[in-house]
């Protein structure tokens, strides 16, 4: 049986666009997932950067909800220390009332952005040093009324809850072993993100597995592998696409917030020595090829590292081909 498919979206501007064009390509791509069977469709929040317009993640949820009818739709995910606990109980718990058992909540602890935008938005050195990540979660379902704060609490009298509401699944994304601990200790579901850390991969998800304790909310594990993919049409054309995606990491690694880089760029540009064996480290956080090469590749990943459902991720420049990618690869699976 083929592994579930799901999207992870980080709604990237195109070459010479705006962020509203990137906005209606997502919501595109929403739809069209949608009708090839995807099971979720998530959207990374990321700050100070051209090239991805996903700062507000709730807001985009909103829309990509409405515009769907049964695809679940949720965060990958939003950075818990860089917001007020209540008020991400509070929009998780207005989207879940507005799109009800269709919203998933993933949260993650890292910035989702550089030092400096990260002091911007926890507005002091010492939320930015902080690691409380758990009595963070722990908050929020305490706002959100999953659970008490402790008797005397200054804080026990604040409530998000909305009647008849409960707050959508919580799932803990991670690239260490300490989101996966902590997925496992508390009985939630695991994010894993292998298409920027795949040197952590077989101990995280190994940590997951064998520390699992079953929740009221999760009797088993349930563990979901994010993954980069570009499938073509031709082993040339992913190629292509796949040095493009070589360019942009270079860019991430120098700090450079630029646009998707094109596979025209990505054939123009000059690598050094350096950069080729930059490039191909790069290399191995991507799955590409023709359909059959993809999915012969992501079945492997999947059973070796023993997961549930992949989440895949498509840096392609040009938006129908990004279109095309996901469409090949539902095909390749179904």
Same mark, same amino acid.
């Given at each position: ?27 595109? #791509? ?109 908050? #929020? ?108 990491? #270079? ?84």
């Amino acid at each position: 049986m083929a592994t579930p498919l799901s999207v992870l979206d980080l709604v990237p501007v195109p070459p010479g666009g705006t962020a509203s064009d990137a906005f209606r390509n997502s919501v595109e #791509l929403a739809r069209l997932t949608e009708e090839l069977g995807y099971r979720r469709y998530w959207v990374a929040e990321h700050h100070n950067t051209q090239a991805f317009a996903s700062m507000s993640t709730a807001t985009l949820i909103a829309v990509l909800a409405r515009e769907t009818e049964r695809i679940r739709v949720g965060s990958g995910g939003v950075m818990l220390p860089n917001h007020s606990p209540l008020k991400v109980a509070e929009d998780f718990l207005t989207l879940e009332a507005l799109h009800p058992g269709r919203i998933d909540l993933g949260l993650g602890r890292a910035p989702g952005t550089d030092q400096i935008t990260a002091l911007a938005l926890r507005r002091s050195t010492d939320h930015l040093a902080a690691d409380d990540f758990p009595q963070q979660v722990e908050m #929020l379902r305490a706002y959100a009324g999953e659970s008490g704060f402790l008797e005397g609490h200054p804080l026990g009298r604040v409530s998000a809850a909305l009647p008849g509401v409960k707050l959508p699944p919580l799932w803990i994304l991670g690239s260490s072993t300490y989101g996966a601990q902590y997925a496992a200790q508390t009985g939630r579901g695991y994010s894993f993100a292998c298409h920027f850390s795949p040197d952590y991969a077989v101990p995280a998800l190994s940590a997951y597995r064998d520390g699992f304790q079953p929740s009221k909310e999760l009797a088993e594990p349930y563990a979901i592998l994010g993954v980069s993919v570009v499938c073509a049409e031709t082993e040339e054309r992913a190629e292509e696409l796949a040095r493009a995606h070589d360019l942009m990491w #270079l860019r991430i690694r120098r700090n450079e917030r630029a646009y998707l880089p094109t596979p025209e760029e990505a054939a123009a540009y000059p690598f050094t020595p350096e950069e080729e064996a930059m490039a191909a480290h790069s290399r191995r956080m991507l799955v590409y090829g023709t359909p059959e090469r993809v999915r012969v590749r992501l079945q492997e990943l999947s059973e070796q590292l023993q997961v549930d459902e992949l989440i895949v991720t498509t840096h392609v420049a040009d938006h129908q081909e990004r279109l095309l990618s996901y469409e090949l690869l539902a095909e390749a699976f179904a």
